[in-house]
């Protein structure tokens, strides 16, 4: 029957599921603010890549207005973000008439770092902004209700973006340096079009938006959850060691690879190879691991017509073990491999992790590295039709770049396990013992003086932390975040049935 007739007032409210409710009874102001810095870097990769003018074919034709690349690099930027890059042409001439469609996977993870970099910065300033102005910590089910937020306002623009990206490029003759007129009938008629798989980018960004933003949002609630279990501080302090650990590496190898290109190539390749540094630092990464790098190209037969054949597939496979035909400057990349497990194992050491720790730390590190090993390859997959004296050819070739990953998942799993495993006791027996402990902070062997069980709050227990003691979690260093006072009393505050445990400020305050 309902509350009708119960005396029970009508709320619309209630009638509505729970998402609902937090879509659209909610202030979405801060979720569209923090998507204006991400933005902007989409569009400042764009104009970069637009500016230049010279875009032109072997100085036949003219080159492309600047609106015709603006369009063209705003849908190539949106391959950041996870979306194909598109290129295709129609048209024909005095020598027939034809089209083709090329489709480029490859992710600028430049871009995609800035633009994580960005959003995380505006999601960090907007939740000091709300606890300055209303000094309250978000629970979990909070967190996620605006990570949702989020995630939509992050798709709704990245679909405004990828609706307005792309752009047909008519090259005609007018505006080259020669007198084409023969060119004209032949390729004159052709246009040329740019656009992105725009809808795979608003999934990816919903995805990557959201999980950013309970990362930062749920802070508070993370803390309290590694307050009250061992299981999910260890977690935790894995993640953070890892992203470290991954940040380093990632970043000595993307600088390793600049030089390398600058050194061997022009001015123009050293620039271009910016949007694409973490990529070229991955692949170095992987093959100085003892991975495997694929290297492929071939051709699709004909389905229109069976005498035309495609031309042999050429595969190339060689990994660190195969160099020694190659140039000796290839065996450096070993260096880099050498270098990660020792700050993996360094990083390890210093935060005082014990072997249960440390193992998660290789798990964590292992499944990252491999995740991004696995999208830093390219694959270009062409396809094209011609139509010359009532015969229609058909034809397709693929060329492709990366890292075999299941050799990629095996040496990260062997190198994450040395560098996590293997060198912390060494370092501790070349430097005789245990890092130092950190002023002020439990041992992390021993809970402090009078704790409660990791697994019981400390309300429950009827136990106060004592002054100065941090409460067993004094391996989490490194988070830059001074929380708010605590009570008077040094006590978390009661929380009421059902609702979402509160946070003790205290749990990961920064070490000094």
Do not use: C
């Not at 136990?463 to 009393?489: D, L």
């Amino acid at each position: 029957m309902g509350s009708w007739g119960t005396g029970r007032p009508y709320d619309p409210a209630t009638a509505r599921p729970a998402v609902l409710r937090g879509l659209t009874g909610a202030d979405w102001r801060p979720a569209f603010k923090v998507m204006v810095a991400p933005t902007a870097v989409l569009f400042l990769a764009a104009l970069i890549a637009a500016v230049p003018d010279d875009y032109t074919f072997f100085y036949l034709f003219r080159a492309p207005s600047f609106g015709e690349r603006f369009g063209g690099a705003l849908a190539l930027a949106l391959a950041a973000l996870g979306a194909p890059f598109e290129l295709g042409f129609t048209g024909g001439g005095r020598y027939g008439d034809g089209g083709g469609e090329a489709l480029v996977r490859a992710v600028p993870m430049t871009v995609t770092a800035l633009w994580l970099l960005a959003l995380w910065i505006g999601l960090r300033a907007a939740a000091r902004r709300r606890q300055a102005g209303t000094g309250e910590q978000w629970t979990s089910r909070q967190a996620a209700a605006e990570a949702l937020r989020t995630a939509v306002a992050a798709a709704a623009v990245t679909l405004l973006i990828g609706l307005v990206a792309g752009a047909d490029w008519h090259p005609g003759t007018s505006g080259g340096r020669f007198d084409v007129d023969d060119y004209a009938g032949s390729l004159g008629g052709v246009t040329y079009s740019a656009d992105s798989g725009w809808l795979q980018a608003v999934g990816w960004t919903a995805l990557l938006a959201g999980l950013v933003a309970f990362a930062v949002h749920g802070t508070d609630a993370l803390r309290w959850a590694a307050w009250r279990n061992r299981a999910v501080r260890g977690w935790a302090v894995a993640a953070l060691a890892a992203g470290r650990a991954l940040t380093m590496t990632i970043g000595l190898a993307s600088l390793v690879g600049f030089v390398l290109i600058a050194v061997q190539g022009e001015g123009g390749e050293a620039g271009a190879s910016l949007a694409v540094l973490p990529n070229v630092g991955l692949l170095l990464l992987g093959l100085g691991s003892a991975a495997t790098l694929k290297v492929g190209s071939g051709g699709s037969p004909s389905t229109a017509d069976p005498d035309w054949e495609s031309g042999p597939r050429d595969n190339g496979e060689f990994s660190f073990f195969d160099l020694h035909g190659e140039s000796a400057d290839w065996r450096w990349t070993g260096l880099l491999a050498l270098a990660a497990v020792a700050f993996l194992g360094w990083t390890a050491y210093r935060r005082r992790l014990d072997a249960a720790d440390r193992l998660r730390l290789a798990v964590v590190y292992a499944a990252g590295l491999s995740l991004l090993m696995a999208i830093a390859g390219a694959v270009v997959s062409t396809s094209s039709t011609t139509t010359y004296s009532g015969r229609q050819r058909e034809f397709g070739a693929e060329y492709a770049v990366g890292l075999a990953f299941a050799t990629v998942l095996a040496v990260n799993v062997v190198w994450a396990a040395v560098g996590a495993l293997a060198v912390p006791p060494l370092l501790a027996a070349t430097g005789g013992g245990r890092a130092q402990a950190v002023p002020g902070a439990a041992p992390q062997d021993a809970p402090y003086q009078g704790a409660p069980a990791p697994d019981r709050a400390p309300q429950e227990a009827g136990i106060a932390p004592e002054p100065g003691v941090r409460p067993g979690v004094s391996e989490v260093i490194g988070s830059h975040e001074e929380p708010p006072a605590m009570p008077s009393g040094g006590v978390p505050p009661a929380r009421s049935p059902g609702e979402d445990d509160p946070v003790d400020p205290s749990v990961w305050r920064k070490q000094q």
